[in-house]
């Protein structure tokens, strides 16, 4: 009988095989098929319905278009040597006392008594206690951090946990990735081509009219607001007056802000705030996200931290740091032990000094950078506060121009940040400073005739 039922299962198995070769359908030729058979071309595909939203996107993400245009240029002109005002990748190596730490939580891997495998998702201890106590001077408690790989990634985690029944608003232009998790989470309709804006997303527009911060009277409500300041793109700074309005507009439309401080520690003037909670009542209504990406060269390294108050809750009254806790704690794993070594060290006084330094030699290739454009006779906004310096084309096209500097210089088109970046350019401080002396040379060769 064992022997009987080894040999049944192969001789089914036959019997199938041998089934599925009986005369069908045939094509046009007369050629057998299967009624159930596809096209050659379409067995190299798999049956799974691809996401609806992110069909929604329009191109691809901006930064890696830009990245591809200028190696599609290259490519046509190898000899081109092109300076990148591109991208807000920093360009110095990290400093001393910083690299000290990263080194020295290498070191704790190799040795037994030190190593440390998985932490905590929301972050090692004495970070977050660091974080709390040195960067917002105990306006916010350490469990009220959560540290993680990046601000950019804690958007999307912050998404995830609002789900997609939101309705988000976005100052116009503003980072990409605010509008385009929204798409993807499926808040959005579909993008209308002649206003280049999707629907059902609140656009705030931000101009030089308006002093680049939304009329919140004329702004419908939102459940959602990203709010970035220093802004990118822009370089705008909201003040202390204009940052308690949007607060007190926050607390009493029943919005959450999402506060991208990023930028933080290139601001100088005194009357604009590093951290939204030094607003009162920010703590009912805002979140923050932050990085050390651009204060200490950590954007190949990775740490960010979002920070979420106990008094934060959802309309069922249910804290929001709860749920974003569990989000981290399914979706991630927590930053790596190395990093949050380095960052430790970021926030020795020794590491702040290092930080200060690091933003006043990009602070002073913004500075270059603007003066090079007021020299020309354009309208420049920004590079005041922020490393950008967003330059006014008066009605010409921001693509136009792009394409039209970018045998010499890589900048940004306006339009590439929403349909209210039309008609800027935006330039990056973070080239290295001979590389802002060169292009700004060169912008002065190739824009002069314009003017």
């Given at each position: ?21 009986v ?26 319905k691809?996401n ?24 046509k002109?190898?000899?081109a ?29 190799g ?12 972050g ?13 001077e ?99 700074a ?38 939204i909670f ?9 979140i ?5 990406s ?64 690091l ?11 603007r ?49 209210g ?31």
């Amino acid at each position: 009988m064992a022997l009987l039922s080894h040999l049944a299962t192969p001789l089914l198995l036959c019997a199938s095989a041998a089934a599925a070769f009986v005369p069908g359908p045939t094509d046009a030729k007369g050629t057998a098929r299967s009624a159930h058979a596809r096209p050659l071309d379409q067995l190299r595909m798999s049956t799974v319905k691809r996401n609806a939203n992110i069909a929604k996107l329009q191109a691809g993400y901006l930064f890696p278009e830009i990245g591809r245009r200028r190696v599609a240029f290259l490519e046509k002109n190898p000899d081109a040597k092109i300076i990148s005002l591109g991208i807000g990748d920093t360009t110095q190596p990290v400093p001393t006392h910083i690299l000290s730490g990263l080194a020295k939580g290498v070191a704790n891997l190799g040795d037994k008594k030190t190593y440390s495998g998985y932490g905590a998702e929301q972050g090692q201890g004495p970070l977050r206690e660091k974080i709390a106590k040195t960067l917002y001077e105990g306006r916010i408690q350490a469990d009220e951090v959560f540290v993680s790989d990046g601000s950019k990634c804690d958007i999307g985690r912050l998404q995830m946990m609002f789900g997609n029944e939101v309705l988000s608003a976005v100052q116009d232009p503003s980072y990409p990735v605010y509008v385009d998790t929204s798409v993807i989470m499926g808040q959005t309709g579909a993008m209308n081509l002649e206003m280049k804006q999707y629907a059902n997303i609140v656009y705030m527009p931000c101009n030089p009219e308006n002093g680049f911060f939304p009329e919140l009277d004329k702004t419908p409500r939102a459940d959602v607001v990203y709010f970035c300041s220093p802004n990118n793109p822009t370089g705008a700074a909201a003040t202390r007056e204009q940052l308690t309005q949007l607060v007190e507009w926050a607390n009493k439309q029943g919005s959450i802000i999402v506060f991208d401080a990023a930028y933080a520690p290139f601001i100088r003037s005194d009357d604009v705030p590093k951290s939204i909670f030094e607003i009162e009542g920010a703590r009912t209504c805002a979140i923050e996200v932050n990085s050390f990406s651009k204060y200490a060269g950590f954007t190949g390294v990775r740490l960010g931290w979002t920070v979420i108050p106990k008094d934060l809750k959802f309309a069922d009254g249910s804290p929001v740091a709860a749920d974003f806790n569990r989000i981290m704690t399914t979706a991630f794993n927590g930053a790596s032990n190395i990093v949050q070594a380095g960052a430790m060290a970021c926030l020795d006084p020794e590491g702040l000094a290092e930080i200060d330094t690091l933003i006043d030699y990009y602070m002073e290739n913004a500075s270059i950078l603007r003066k090079a454009m007021l020299d020309l006779g354009f309208k420049v906004h920004g590079g005041t506060d922020a490393p950008y310096v967003f330059v006014d084309l008066e009605g010409r096209s921001s693509w136009e121009m792009f394409s039209k500097l970018l045998e010499e210089v890589v900048t940004i088109p306006g339009a590439g940040f929403g349909p209210g970046g039309e008609g800027f350019l935006r330039l990056s401080a973070f080239a290295p400073r001979e590389s802002c002396i060169e292009a700004c040379e060169r912008l002065r060769t190739a824009l002069a005739p314009v003017k």
